[in-house]
């Protein structure tokens, strides 16, 4: 509530108002033509975004529309498109139970890598550098996003087939891609079947849709292994090994894969699985966590 406060009182003092800060910038800018049309709705939308940014890195708690509304004094009908936006573009999460937005950690990622230069040892960036730097394979950090997994942030393997290139921000089939199962994992069969009727109803290719007792014996196979693992289920060429980040209570699953081809991947599998065990452990620990993501790589 303090913070609430806070940030609400400087507001109303002057100090942090949108017309303030317009007023300001004008002050100490040379005349010029103002921007016109869709341009300045344009400005202003990008702008909006870095102050629900700011709001939440003040706030440090989750937050319903009204209370973003009251904070920055924009309109309710716009507010909530652009929270919307952003929990689709999996930079907030929306909870249904609570009607609150909260930042997710792939906002950390924007420009943790600054900060990680200096300070930070277990860092997200840090992680997928010494995977990377351990395997020389491609590494993938990925997230739920709807039905599918996005990979929201990843190192290519240096000569990488172009069949094999993997576009930042590409979406993946969550039933059928390791990262997807591997967050599938984590739910339960009720929630796991859900998704899946969904992915399959909007799947035009019979032969990609999967059933859902494969799906479920391989989420059981999964849990009890500790990884996904899966070959040319999306790319014929390659194959990924992937793990489950460990996340605290209040930010959506994340996971982390290395990819690289079949050929090479089945003969490196269980080393992928121990790399990623052993470079995850320092996360666990700094949540709280001591026990393992999973049981021996097998």
Do not use: C
């Not at 950090?141 to 393997?157: R, T």
Request: aromatic share 6%; hydrophobic share 35%.
């Amino acid at each position: 509530m303090d913070k609430v406060i806070r940030f609400n009182s400087r507001s109303l003092a002057g100090e942090n108002t949108v017309a303030d800060r317009e007023s300001r910038a004008s002050a100490r800018a040379p005349a010029q033509t103002a921007p016109r049309g869709s341009e300045a709705g344009l400005i202003k939308s990008a702008r909006r975004v870095f102050d629900v940014f700011e709001f939440f890195a003040e706030r440090q708690r989750p937050a319903t529309v009204a209370e973003v509304v009251q904070a920055l004094g924009y309109p309710q009908s716009s507010t909530s498109v652009l929270l919307r936006t952003l929990a689709r573009l999996r930079y907030l999460e929306y909870d249904r139970h609570t009607r609150r937005y909260v930042p997710t950690m792939r906002i950390t990622l924007l420009g943790s890598w600054i900060h990680d230069q200096v300070f930070s040892q277990t860092s997200l960036y840090k992680l997928v550098e010494d995977v990377h730097e351990n395997t020389g394979a491609t590494v993938i950090l990925g997230m739920q996003n709807d039905i599918h997994a996005q990979y929201v942030h990843l190192i290519q393997e240096p000569r990488a087939h172009p069949e094999w290139y993997i576009k930042p921000g590409s979406l993946r089939p969550l039933a059928r891609s390791a990262i997807g199962k591997i967050l599938l994992s984590k739910k339960s069969d009720l929630e796991a079947l859900y998704l899946l009727r969904r992915i399959n109803a909007e799947e035009e290719d019979p032969i990609k849709r999967v059933r859902e007792s494969e799906l479920l014996r391989e989420l059981d196979e999964i849990r009890n292994r500790g990884y996904a693992h899966t070959e040319g289920s999306v790319n014929p060429h390659a194959g990924v090994v992937a793990m489950l980040l460990p996340t605290p209570p209040s930010q959506p699953h994340m996971a982390i894969g290395i990819g690289t081809r079949i050929e090479d991947l089945r003969q490196r599998r269980i080393e992928f699985a121990k790399v990623l065990r052993r470079t995850l452990e320092p996360f666990h620990v700094s949540q709280g966590q001591i026990k393992h993501s999973g049981i021996e790589p097998r």
